[in-house]
Structure formats: C-alpha cells, structure tokens
C-alpha cells in the first residue's frame, strides 16, 4: 500500500455519485473544461448521457417541472374542469386559439411537460441504476483502509494512556483498539482491523441505509409514475344521475350519463349489479341553511344474489364488485306532466334540475317532441324555498322544501333533435324555437306549486307540477343523486410505492452514513490513542459522535486497563 | 361572552404580546451591533497602537465565526446573557400560550379540530410555527431569529385576523374526515419548518454578503462598516445553511406525507387520487421546489447562496399557496370560508 493511497482512503469508494455532486471526489473536472478533445459520435453519446445524468441536468428539469406545472393551475383545464374551459373560450375568444396550440388546456399531458418529466426519469434511472450496482457491491465490502494522518481529519480527537505494569506497549495498543472495535461493533458499525508493524487500528463504517434509503426512494418515484401509466389505461370512471325511486344498471348504454374507459378496458366485461335509491337525506343548518350530512340510502343487488340496503356518503363510497360508487351531487327532480291540447298526457317524468346556488335555486329542460303538433321545449326554474327580490324576480332562500315553486319558459318549434346531433338534457338550444311564454313572449311564463296545474298558452295543452305525496312519498318534490363509479386498481400501487418512497426519504435524510477509526500508536511507554470521523453526505452530528465515542472508549479503557489473558488469546 | 368571542380576544391579546417581544428582540439586534462596533474599536485602537493597520485579519473573521458557533450550540444555562433576548423569548412564550388559549377555544367553540378555513389555518399554521421556533430554542439559541419570527407571526396573524375571520359554521360534507386532522395539521406543521428554514436561509444570504465584505476587506487598513453590524455574533453563512437545511428537510419529510395524505383523502372524497386539481398543483410544485433545495445542496456551484434562494423560493409558494391560491383560484380545495 502506497502513502498515497492511504491518505487518500476516506474520499473514495463512498456512494457513487455523479459528477457534479459534491461528495464526489477524483475526477473533479468535468470532461470539457480546459482543453478541446476531439470526440467522436460515442464519445458525444456518453457526453450526452454524463451531462443527462448529471446534478446540475436534475436540478434544472426539477425547476423547470415546478414552473411548467404551474400554468395548469392559472387556465382551466380539459381534465379537471372542462365547463371552465367552455367559459374561457367563451370570454377569451382571440387567445383561446393561441392557448389551445401551446396546449394550455392539457398541461399535464402536454408534450413540452411530458418531455420535462420524463427527461427527469431518465436522468433519475440513469443515476440510480449504476450507484444500485455500486451500493449493491459496497454493501459486501469491508470498510476502507485506515488513513495514514488522521489528525487531518476534521473531526478528530486524540489521547495518551500509559502503558499499565507488565505489559508491552504493542500489546496494550492492540488491546486498546479490541475495545474500540467492540464498542463500534455494538453500536452497529461494520469493522475491519487494520494491524500493521505494531500500530492497531480499527476501520469503521455504518449507515448503509441511507443509501439504500436513497435508492429506494427514487426507485419508487419510477414506480409511482410505472403504477399510474399503466393503470391509467385500466381505469373507468362513469357517472350517473338517479332519482328517488329509480335504479341504476352497471352496463354501458343501460346506466351511464358519461363513461371513460382507459384504453384497455373491456366495456363488455362490466359486472351488471344495480343500485336503486329509496331515499336521499340532507340536513339543514340554521340559520343559513348549509346543508350537509349527505346519505344516500340505496339497495344494490348482484345478478341472482340478495339485495342489501346501503348508504353512501361523502367520503364514505361503497365498493361494487372492485367499483368504487361516489356520491358526489344532489338536487331536485320535479315531477312534470304536460298533456296536449287534446289532453293526451305526451310527457310525464321526474325532471333532475341542476342546482346553480347554495339554496339550491334550480335550472332544468324538458323537451317533448312528440306532442301531436310542433315541438315544446321548457325551461324551467325550480326553487324549493321561493321569495322575490325587490326586482321582482324569484330566488330561492332556503335548500329545504319549505315553499316550492316552479316556473317555466316554453318554447316551441324545432329543439334540434332529430338529425342525431348530441345534444344535453340540460340545455335547450332555442334557435329555430319561438318563445310562447315568459320575458319575451305575450303570455307570462307560468308559475306553479306542488299539486298544480297551468294552461299553456293558445290552447296547447296543460303542465302539471306533481305533488309526489300524493303517490305516498315523504315529500312534495323527489330528490335525485348524481353517482361517480370508479374503477382504479393502480391505486393500490400507487399508494405502496408511495410509501415505499416516503420510508426511503426518510432513511436518506435521517440515517447518517459516517466512517469512524480508532487507531493506537505505541510511543514509548505511552500508547497514542486517536479517534477519527467522516461523513459521508450530511450529518450535522459527526463532530458529537467523534467526541462521544473518544469519551467511552476512554472510559472502558480505565474499566479494563489490561488485557485479560482470555481477550488477549482471542486477539488473532 | 361565547367561546368564540373569547378566542378572539385572547388571540389580540397575544398579537399585542408578539408586537412587544418583536420590539424586544429588534432591541436586541441593536444592542448586539453596538457590542459588536464596540469589540472592533477596541480591537482597532489595540492594533493601531501596536502600528499593525486597522482591518479584521482573517484570525479575527474566523475566531469571530468559532465563537459563533460555540454560542449557537451552547446550553440555555451557558447562553450569552443578552437581556432584551431573555426579555424577548418570555414575551414570545407568554405570547404562544394566549395563542394557544385562542387555537383551543376556538376548537371548543367550532366543537372540532380549529383548522378548516383560512382563519383557522393560519391561527393554527402560526402557532406551530412559535412552537417548532420555541422548541429548536431549547438546543439552539436561536434568539437572533426572534424578530423575525415574531415580526413575521404579527404580520401574518394580524393580517389573518383582519382579513380572514369567519364566525363558526358547521364543516362541509367533504371535510368530514379523520383526513381532516391529520392531512391539514401535517400540511401546517411542515410549513412551519419551511418557516424557520426560510428565516434562516435569509439571514444566511446576509451573512454571506457581510462575509464576502469582510474577507474583501482583510489585509486593508479600512474595516468594513457592514449595514447590519449584529450579524458579526451570528453564526458563519455555512453554520446558518446548514441548519437551515436540517428544518428543511423535516418539513420536506412532512410535506411528503402531506402529498400523500391529501392523495388518500382524495380518492376517498372526490373519486381520484390525483386530479391536478389548483391546490394540488401547487402543493406538487412546492414540493418539486423543495426537491430542487435538496439537491441544490448536493451540487457543486449551488450550495451556499442558490440554495438558499430555493429555500425562500419554496417558502413563498408555501405562502403563496395559503392565500392567494386558497382564496382565489378556482378548484375543489375551496374551503377558505370567504366569498
């Protein structure tokens, strides 16, 4: 071994490290600074690849991922809020265009953020796969050669104990360094002795962990981002909307309001259970009314087996054969009847209408096409506690059934339906429609309370507002809850490599990685006792650790000054 | 008088409170420049007399920054007797149990956890953050930090008091949930670290000016005249990064779990665990930020002064975050409790 070497022993053969990380020591310069080495195509790839898996390339595409998240979180976007970007459109109508190409309404599956996060990746996997390999082969390996000057340590402590009668100095120092190394040895450090020409001296090292820790946490993060790629395209969600009474069948074109398969979902293969809602609770607080305590009581059945009575609350969904059923909306659906002017009833349904206030002052549409003449489309207005502000117009001020009312503007002629385009049961388009009744027509629009029955204008026919008691229901106006059905089971594994990647984070930042020598040197009748420490990345204790151990090996040396002839016949 | 009413009375009693141990500390600064002024003139006249040129010699700079740190690690009985620090800590101790009567009676009179509007967070946010400052004091004498915490809890509480009270109202069907307690506590204490962090991590960026004046100015003849002569019995730049580092990571850790928390209560709540929802978003980015900061210390040419931007950085998203995302973006986490 040559002096060099040895002096050099605490900087090398830690963890490997790129590069540019500041434990790494040897080849400090980078490939490029200084001369100007002609490269050929490989050695541009490894140049490349060096400069990828770098620090500072990490560090970079870190910051730049943070800022590039942030415009999603500024303009609407397609996946989370999709009625907003409608209304950006609409307000913005220029910029909408421009916004569109950069892809500002999809940032998260945009091609400039992808190709942040996954250049991240792959400098991630880069790095982490050749310091697996290294840490894999330093987990089996002994620790380093004790350095020639440990006094050029920072962390350094040194002693002289004399050399007790009848006994010789390199004995003593070698049974000095016996106590070290068991004491280190129990504090769990992995030790070598390193004997040489009378000079005893121990070699230390713990905290593996931390790089395992290390490891694993970033192997995780892979894992993470494997999990919710894949399962992305196992994943369905669907929503559906049923009012009190009504039921629900888990089958594509039979339940579903809306329904989106990941890539890989079979949309034949949906288990058919259904669920059908008896009654939906809410409360009321006083004095604004906030309502809450959201149950749906349901009754849900698999093909061929018993039904059973559940509830479902909010964040409380109930599990359907691997679904998740979510309760996520409420409201209310008038019960609405409409005959012509032949009193022929031509439509007769619970109507769900859309909440668009705290107090549940509701929108909703009907569309009757068949009515015997021209089409009749309705919207109406729905207000479970009604009052009239000093405009004249109707609000609501309570979410209860205190005192309903509903009122209706008809439209009549074509409601653009029949051609096949799609349109929502929740909007009326009116062009190609003539007002009959309401603002803008000469009748009023019509009014009416639970039980109550209005002509239409001209002798169309009547609307009638059911009073749901009447069929034995608990109140005046049936309730509906909209469903969210889930299915994800990457979330499992999202969730282990989540933790897997927390515990790994914690080991990394916690546990310290440090090397430790205890060295005797005889001199005389005295023998020279020096203790030594280096940390290996972060670890604000290692000057206390260097202290401590310098502290308790001292004490055991004055419990036990000699060496017991049976310790001493272990020693080699 | 409701337990409301009272709540709110003890907590101005303890922004009053804060005000006078922020003047005591901002004393102490003070107090600390001239002692500071005081030993280099002394020191000054003693060379000049010997002929020997008038500047700090870099034995002085690094004696200055020894002693520094011996008094940073000291025990509370060894600490240097400054007696408007002293004044100070029990004026902010004083302080905290008001604001901790204050948290605890408004949970009384919201009959739940008191964090679930902004008025909560930040009386809650806040007071974690004196608690973390008050219990890192026990085994640093972190004390030169106290005008700024105590600066910058008036602000905060105050301000929160001002302009995010509610009264009582019952919780929202979504935030009826042991998520509730743990998630929104975790996401608060982790701010509190980033806090002291922060704090450190600008006292940093100070020290390390003064430093690199100082070293300029070694071998000259003039002393340096530093704007802010207290920083001279602080510790060294390095010293203040490192600690600074060692907040930031626990609220790292946390942050961490808060991520994940929040993702549990998610998919509990809204159907997905994940939906980049605005709160979301910058909960990510916050924690990206914060990603960077550790790495940052890791790389050769950002340790030391980039790093510390990353820390004040990240802290002014966390801040950012809490108010004008909580109050005015658009999105699920919309539980400010103003309109």
């Known amino acids: 071994m040559s002096r060099r070497s040895s002096d050099d022993a605490p900087a090398v053969d830690g963890p490997l490290r790129p590069s540019d990380h500041l434990d790494k020591t040897g080849d400090d310069e980078p490939a490029f600074s200084g001369g100007q080495p002609v490269l050929g195509v490989v050695g541009w790839l490894r140049w490349g690849w060096r400069q990828l898996t770098s620090m500072r390339t990490a560090l970079v595409l870190l910051l730049l991922l943070a800022i590039a998240a942030i415009p999603g979180s500024l303009v609407p976007q397609r996946s989370a809020d999709p009625n907003g970007v409608t209304q950006w459109r609409a307000t913005n109508p220029d910029l909408y265009p421009t916004f569109d190409a950069f892809q500002l309404f999809d940032v998260y599956t945009s091609v400039w953020f992808s190709a942040i996060y996954i250049l991240l990746f792959i400098s991630l996997i880069g790095c982490v796969l050749p310091r697996t390999k290294h840490h894999w082969k330093a987990l089996r390996a002994r620790p380093p050669r004790t350095p020639a000057r440990l006094s050029r340590l920072s962390d350094h402590a040194e002693t002289t104990v004399a050399v007790p009668e009848g006994e010789d100095a390199a004995g003593h120092a070698a049974h000095a360094v016996d106590l070290a190394e068991a004491q280190l040895r129990s504090a769990r450090y992995r030790v070598e002795r390193y004997d040489r020409n009378g000079v005893a001296s121990v070699s230390a090292e713990r905290g593996y962990l931390r790089e395992t820790g290390n490891l694993l946490f970033h192997g995780a993060l892979v894992g993470v981002l494997i999990s919710v790629g894949i399962g992305g395209g196992f994943t369905y969600t669907g929503q559906t909307v049923i009012t009190e009474g009504d039921g629900f069948v888990n089958s594509l074109g039979l339940g579903y309001t809306s329904f989106n398969p990941g890539r890989f979902v079979d949309t034949e293969e949906l288990t058919p259970y259904s669920i059908t809602l008896d009654r939906f609770d809410v409360t009321y607080a006083p004095p604004s009314g906030q309502a809450g305590d959201f149950e749906a009581h349901v009754t849900t059945r698999f093909p061929g087996q018993k039904a059973e009575d559940q509830v479902i609350e909010v964040n409380h969904p109930i599990t359907m054969a691997g679904d998740r059923v979510y309760l996520m909306g409420n409201g209310y659906a008038p019960t609405i009847t409409v005959r012509n002017g032949a009193g022929d009833v031509v439509f007769s349904e619970s109507v769900p209408f859309l909440p668009q206030s705290p107090t549940m002052t509701s929108q909703g549409v009907v569309k009757i096409p068949d009515t015997g003449g021209k089409q009749l489309g309705l919207v109406g207005f729905f207000y479970p506690t009604v009052a009239q502000l000093s405009s004249g117009a109707l609000t609501s001020r309570y979410g209860d059934l205190l005192d309903p009312r509903l009122t209706f503007f008809v439209y009549e002629g074509d409601l653009g339906i029949d051609d096949g385009t799609p349109r929502s049961v929740y909007a009326l388009d009116t062009d190609g429609m003539t007002e009959i009744a309401g603002r803008n027509a000469p009748s009023p629009s019509l009014e009416l309370s639970p039980g109550q029955t209005v002509d239409l204008p001209g002798g169309r026919g009547t609307v009638t507002f059911e009073d749901e008691t009447r069929t034995g229901a608990p109140e005046s106006v049936k309730r509906y809850v909209s469903l969210s059905i889930h299915n994800d089971s990457s979330a499992t594994w999202v969730l282990v490599f989540a933790v897997l990647a927390m515990v790994g984070l914690f080991t990394a930042l916690f546990v310290p990685r440090r090397r430790m020598w205890v060295k005797a040197t005889p001199d005389g009748d005295r023998v020279r006792v020096e203790y030594a420490g280096l940390a290996r990345g972060e670890d604000p204790a290692i000057g206390v650790a260097v202290a401590e151990l310098a502290k308790r090996h001292g004490r055991a040396l004055d419990d036990e000054p000699a060496s017991a002839p049976a310790s001493a016949a272990n020693v080699n | ?339």
């Open chain 2, 1 to 339: 008088m409701s337990f409301d009413d009272i709540s709110v009375l003890l907590l101005w009693t303890a922004i009053a409170i804060y005000t006078l141990g922020f003047l005591a500390f901002t004393v102490d600064l003070a107090r600390r420049s001239e002692l500071a002024i005081k030993a280099q003139d002394a020191k000054t006249q003693a060379r000049t007399l010997v002929a020997a040129g008038g500047g700090q010699t870099i034995e002085d700079i690094r004696a200055e920054e020894a002693a520094a740190k011996v008094a940073l690690e000291a025990a509370p009985s060894q600490r240097g007797r400054y007696l408007f620090a002293r004044l100070g800590v029990v004026l902010t101790t004083i302080a905290f149990l008001f604001h901790v009567g204050a948290d605890v009676t408004r949970g009384i009179a919201a009959g739940r956890v008191p964090w679930s509007n902004n008025y909560e967070f930040a009386l809650t946010g806040t007071m974690l953050v004196v608690m973390v400052f008050l219990t890192v004091l026990v085994k640093y004498d972190l004390r030169f930090l106290g005008a700024f915490i105590n600066g910058l809890i008036v602000v905060l509480l105050g301000g929160a008091a001002l302009a995010y009270y509610v009264e009582v109202v019952p919780l929202s069907d979504p935030l009826k949930s042991v998520w509730l307690v743990i998630h929104v506590f975790v996401a608060s204490l982790a701010s509190a670290f980033y806090a002291l962090a922060f704090a450190l991590s600008v006292v940093q960026l100070l020290q390390s000016r003064r430093e690199r004046i100082a070293l300029a100015a070694v071998g000259t003849d003039a002393a340096p005249r530093t704007r802010l002569p207290f920083l001279r019995t602080l510790p060294s730049a390095e010293v203040l990064e490192s600690l600074a580092y060692r907040f930031a990571i626990i609220g790292f850790v946390l942050w961490t779990f808060t991520l994940i928390a929040g993702a549990i209560w998610a998919n509990d709540a809204w159907g997905r665990y994940w939906g980049f929802d605005t709160k979301e978003v910058w909960t990510f980015v916050i924690w990206v930020v914060y990603a960077g900061y550790i790495h940052a210390r890791a790389t050769r040419g950002w340790r030391g002064t980039r790093s510390a931007w990353l820390s004040i950085v990240g802290f002014t998203a966390v801040l950012f975050n809490f108010t004008i995302v909580n109050q005015f973006f658009q999105g699920l986490h919309s539980y400010s409790g103003l309109s």
